[in-house]
């Protein structure tokens, strides 16, 4: 099998960070593309709380809410990617393991390397992940989040 792009899906986390030591290794051994997803949830289509907020409200949430998240992925870039790697963020709006599915199919990806949780997962294996995995068309590996070993 060849690997030409990798899909590393994080929600900013600890957890996901661990799975950042099995994207450098293939990355290495196969020289391909970095694909790095996060998925900012969708404000806009929630029942309110708290009342409603008007339109310019929303907009302004979900542009800080994508300007921050870019931020973060060129954090991720130049903290975790290697300087020869080809490092593609992507931002979703959405629900994430929908999200993730899509753009396994637009890129083409070949692996999905993500944490078996997320940050708000309270079990060992995340609603997302486990939706990816099922669904999936191409190999998912789930990086074991264990309590107390650093990323």
């Not at 792009?5 to 799975?19: C, M, Q, R, V, Y």
């Amino acid at each position: 099998m060849e690997i030409k792009k990798i899909l590393w899906p994080t929600d900013f986390s600890g957890n996901a960070e661990k799975a950042v030591p099995y994207v450098q290794s293939l990355t290495q051994q196969y020289g391909c593309e970095i694909h790095v997803v996060y998925v900012i949830q969708d404000i806009a289509h929630h029942k309110s709380w708290y009342g409603e907020f008007g339109e310019s409200h929303i907009t302004d949430l979900m542009d800080w809410a994508h300007k921050s998240a870019t931020k973060r992925l060129n954090q991720i870039c130049d903290k975790y990617m290697n300087s020869g790697s080809l490092y593609i963020p992507h931002i979703a709006v959405g629900d994430p393991a929908e999200e993730i599915l899509k753009l396994i199919q637009k890129e083409q990806i070949d692996i999905v390397i993500m944490a078996s949780r997320g940050e708000k997962g309270k079990f060992n294996f995340g609603s997302v992940t486990e939706k990816v995995l099922k669904n999936s068309p191409v190999p998912v590996t789930a990086v074991p989040i264990v309590p107390d070993i650093p990323a």
